[in-house]
Nanobody
């Protein structure tokens, strides 16, 4: 069964940087859109960034110019480079990937377990 394995969260001071990684483990037929959501305490989950299999990217307005999403298709891994982190970026970050497990399967959305990012002085 496919899983998404995240890493890279932690505690960082304002203005600092973190890089999140999310790798697809297990055998899959195809990996399509990938990306990151975040959820602050007491708030709804919001999409931070997404990237298509062809590399087209989208960003939530508040992270444009500070965050960069990328992917390594050979490794089935998506990254989120976060620079200029602010207090408001504190949240639980989860990656997602639209996977097709076998050629005959439909595409399903899979989720990582979440990784905490805390921006604090």
């Amino acid at each position: 069964q496919a899983q998404l394995l995240e890493s890279g969260g932690g505690l960082v001071q304002p203005g600092g940087s973190l890089r999140l990684s999310c790798a697809v483990s297990g055998n899959v037929f195809s990996v399509n859109d990938m990306g990151w959501y975040r959820q602050r305490p007491g708030e709804q989950r919001e999409r931070v960034a997404g990237i298509s299999s062809g590399g087209r990217t989208k960003y939530e307005d508040s992270v444009k110019g500070r965050f960069v999403i990328s992917r390594d298709n050979a490794k089935n891994t998506v990254y989120l480079q976060m620079d200029g982190l602010q207090f408001e970026d504190t949240a639980d970050y989860s990656c997602y990937a639209v996977l097709q497990l076998q050629a005959s399967d439909p595409r399903y959305e899979f989720w990582g377990q979440g990784t905490q990012v805390t921006v604090s002085s």
